[in-house]
């Protein structure tokens, strides 16, 4: 990740170069940007928009992290100064390819350009401009230069890209953090033989590596040295350990200050630094300097496992994560401060924590803490073991703590560490876990998915479901999940039909899934049902809003039915689940399920009176009577072309539109005639479930219609083997019965669940509605050939995008839910869910 900045005269062959090593989308052309503001690329009047138009693009590039390749002359310093100014602003790496090849060249080359009409003084000048450049390249900020001489050394060069050293993301773990060490050398083995690892002595028998566990990997946040009681004991151990590739280290500020040191630098020597240089002066020189190398070795901080864990001495932001530049080392190495100082003349360190949102999780040292505690998905580990405390270590993933006690007060601090479990509320700024801010979803957002990267959130469509949650959710320390937007099969050509399985099966097929499951579709609204084993378990894990035990809602949020039902069908579900030892088998105090809630006219009984009802009866009403009325006109020999077989095919299909409709109500008072049919068991306290096949969920379904089957229903299903075509058609027959029986039609998904091959995310399900069905989404006279035609026009890009970003976001809140991260972080995913809802897409899909 870097700025590459090409320098050289006109003719030099930079947009050759360009073109030969870097992507076209890579390069940024001078030339190109001249041509998008004036329409001619050689227009030097159009130089200072053009320009301006070329930071922009540059700067765009490198906020999201991508290489960028600037294709201009660059001779002058002032023309590099704003792209180096452009690289330490996104804080990356500028690095000058210079292509500095004979005079001679360059002009011959311009000769056979008809648009290099310029005279011989004008490549001097830029190559003059050139050479006086050379020397001063590194001092005007550029890390790395390159210089080729000549055409045949440009023409043989090969372009290697490596990562910077801060990006360990290929290195997955295990991993053990540990914290600020402070030359405890006794507590430091201590605590590695709490973590198996092996200690390897040299032949005085000092400690000079440990063989870690299991393929696990140390890794230190910084501060090695200064205060305790054996700095060099320390650094021999760790030195060796990273040698040997068996840890990995950041720099604190400690390190920083003693390395200047070392090298006879100017510092106060304060903080613990006289004690280090005094117990270093008693080692070799050999061993000193070792130490000077290993200390300039160290990098700014390291992004590991994928991106889910970033380890720096004092923390680091989300946008500096994997960065390189004196800024970010800086944060790294001594966090943020808010300029004022305490009352023991320390530094105030501003709470950076509070405010992180990233995706990595952050463990960090440098301000002691009694006890590490989660904050927004960073933790501290310095647990101020040289102060008397703990030395402490995070085990990743497993977000295990294992410390162990001070052997002894080593140096006493400057401001009192307390005994751990004796902060104050007001002694820490930190975020309450159960309290939402607003700023949270104001505005344009941004998510973080494992199964489908950044998920965008427009600031419109944040606006939109912010308006919902407000006036009509439930509370959200419930709202743990919202279920996707089901995308429906591609347009069938079969005559007659608008959607049929076969293009189901196709679909999955083509994405390698050769079992799915072909799922009733039952005829009522989705519901998520959240049941909590006991009033403990529903206060410790959700506040029991109301003193509830769990709460039903709808797919936008809102609750199905007004407190009293509620409760009294949770009771009910509750009681099933624990008949059938679901709580007792997953260990858990709540259980999410995903359902369908019937009859359809429980929650969309206005729908149906003031929208299809009322349709119904129009068409009941007025076209039997036009029919008969274009009867005795037909009768009296009246032309009436084909009005009268249009009219009397209206009347028909108005007929099976109410037939459709009423399907889906029956009467219900209170209670009396809802029923529920679970399909999918979704979470569970420390548990989810898009990995268990749809076979196992709905088997756990089946068990809850068991001890109730008078509540519960069941639902029923048929596998299918997309490359059989005997199965296929059996699939078809199925849904035909289904279908024919006034059934609304079928989901089918892949039967291993959640599945992802290299293109991302398959489809988590594609509905199959049924002909006679589908004439409440299109209305009554939908099969008439000509309207059937034009609806098949229908296109199906967008709702298919919208539910694979839906059903991500929902995987990835279940996650957070499941590990009982803070309500915001959960309620991220709720909230984006919803909006994305808000977005323009044909509802009849």
Not at 186 to 195: A, F, Q, S
Not at 225 to 237: A, E, Q, Y
Not at 461 to 471: F, M, T
Not at 713 to 723: C, E, F, N, S
Request: net charge negative; with cysteine.
């Amino acid at each position: 990740m870097s700025l590459v900045v090409l320098i050289g005269t006109t003719g030099s062959g930079k947009s050759t170069f360009a073109r030969r090593h870097f992507k076209a989308t890579e390069v940024v052309s001078s030339d190109w940007a001249r041509g998008v503001v004036a329409d001619d690329e050689n227009d030097q009047s159009a130089t200072k928009d053009a320009f301006e138009v070329l930071d922009f693009i540059v700067g765009k590039r490198l906020a999201a992290g991508r290489l960028t390749v600037v294709d201009a002359t660059n001779v002058q310093q002032s023309a590099r100064k704003s792209l180096v100014a452009l690289a330490r602003a996104h804080d990356v790496l500028p690095v000058a390819i210079v292509l500095d090849v004979p005079e001679a060249v360059s002009a011959e080359r311009n000769r056979h350009r008809a648009d290099r009409d310029f005279g011989p003084h004008v490549l001097r000048r830029q190559q003059a401009d050139l050479k006086r450049s050379l020397k001063g390249l590194p001092r005007e900020g550029f890390r790395t230069v390159h210089v080729l001489r000549d055409p045949a050394e440009v023409d043989d060069v090969t372009i290697t890209r490596t990562r910077l050293y801060t990006d360990r993301r290929d290195e997955t773990g295990p991993f053990d953090v540990v914290g600020d060490v402070h030359g405890c050398r006794e507590e430091l083995l201590d605590l590695l033989g709490r973590l198996g690892y092996g200690l390897v002595h040299d032949e005085e028998g000092r400690a000079v590596d440990a063989l870690p566990p299991a393929g696990r990997r140390a890794v230190f946040v910084g501060d090695l040295v200064d205060r305790g009681p054996d700095t060099p004991g320390v650094l021999r151990l760790v030195m060796g350990m990273v040698a040997h590739g068996h840890a990995l280290c950041v720099p604190g500020n400690h390190e920083h200050k003693l390395l200047r040191a070392l090298r006879g630098r100017d510092v106060q020597v304060t903080h613990g630094l006289a004690e280090s240089l005094e117990q270093l002066a008693a080692e070799t020189e050999e061993f000193r300097a070792g130490v000077v190398e290993f200390l300039d070795s160290l990098v700014s901080h390291y992004v590991l496992d994928e991106g889910r864990l970033a380890v720096a001495h004092a923390g680091v932001l989300e946008r500096y994560q994997g960065r390189a530049s004196g800024r970010v080392r800086d944060f790294c190495l001594y966090g943020q401060t808010t300029g004022e100082t305490d009352e023991f003349g320390l530094p105030v360190r501003y709470p950076w924590a509070n405010d992180y949102r990233g995706r990595a999780t952050v463990v960090y040292g440098h301000t002691p803490v009694p006890e590490p505690e989660w904050v927004n998905g960073t933790i501290c580990v310095d647990t101020g073991c040289v102060f008397g405390g703990h030395l402490t270590a995070l085990r990743w993933p497993e977000k295990e703590l294992v410390s162990v006690a001070a052997r002894a007060v080593h140096h006493a601090p400057a401001r009192p560490f307390p005994v751990a479990g004796t902060l104050s509320p007001e002694s820490a700024v930190l975020r309450d876990p159960d309290v939402l801010d607003i700023s949270d979803v104001q505005g344009r957002r941004v998510v973080e998915t494992a199964d489908h990267g950044r998920i965008s959130v427009r600031e419109e469509n944040a606006a939109a479901a912010l308006e919902v949650v407000s006036r009509f959710a439930l509370d959200p320390r419930w709202l743990i999940h919202l279920p996707p937007t089901m995308s429906p099969v591609a347009t069938s050509k079969r005559e007659g039909f608008l959607e049929h399985p076969d293009e189901a099966f196709s679909a999955f097929a083509a994405d390698g899934v050769d079992t799915v499951v072909c799922e009733e579709k039952h005829m009522g609204s989705r519901a998520l049902v959240l049941l909590c084993r006991d009033e403990e378990a529903a206060a410790q894990r959700f506040g029991a809003p109301g003193g509830a035990l769990g709460a039903i809602w709808t797919r936008t949020g809102r609750s199905f039915f007004d407190p009293a039902l509620t409760a009294a069908l949770v009771e009910e579900l509750r009681t099933a689940a624990e008949a059938a030892r679901l709580f007792e088998e997953f260990d858990t105090g709540w259980l999410l399920l995903d359902a369908e809630l019937l009859p359809w006219s429980a929650k969309a009984g206005p729908l149906l009176r003031e929208q299809y009802a009322s349709v119904g009866a129009a068409g009941r009403s007025a076209l039997p009577f036009a029919v008969g009325v274009l009867e005795q006109a037909a009768g009296r020999g009246l032309d009436l072309g084909d009005l009268l077989p249009r009219t009397a095919s209206r009347a028909t299909n108005v007929a099976a539109f109410t037939d459709a409709y009423r399907r889906y109500c029956w009467p219900t008072d209170g209670l009396d005639g809802v029923r529920l049919a679970p399909f999918a068991l979704l979470g569970a306290a420390g548990h989810t479930f898009a990995d268990r096949p749809h076979d196992w969920h709905l088997g756990i379904a089946d068990r809850l219609v068991a001890v109730a089957p008078d509540r519960i229903a069941a639902t029923r299903r048929i596998v299918v083997d997309t490359t059989d075509a005997e199965s296929s058609a059996a699939g078809v027959a199925w849904w035909s019965e289904l279908t024919d029986a006034g059934g609304e039609g079928m989901v089918v998904k892949p039967l291993a669940n959640r599945v992802r091959t290299r293109r991302g995310l398959v489809q988590p399900g594609l509905k199959v509605r049924g002909r006679e069905y589908l004439r409440i989404v299109y209305g009554p006279d939908y099969t008439e050939p000509a309207n059937l035609e034009r609806i098949r026009q229908r296109s199906l890009g967008r709702k298919r995008s919208l539910a694979l970003r839906e059903y991500a976001l929902g995987l990835e809140g279940l996650e957070r839910a499941a590990r009982a991260e803070p309500l915001w972080r959960v309620h991220e995913c709720t909230f984006a869910v919803l909006a994305l809802e808000s977005e323009p897409v044909d509802p009849r899909l």
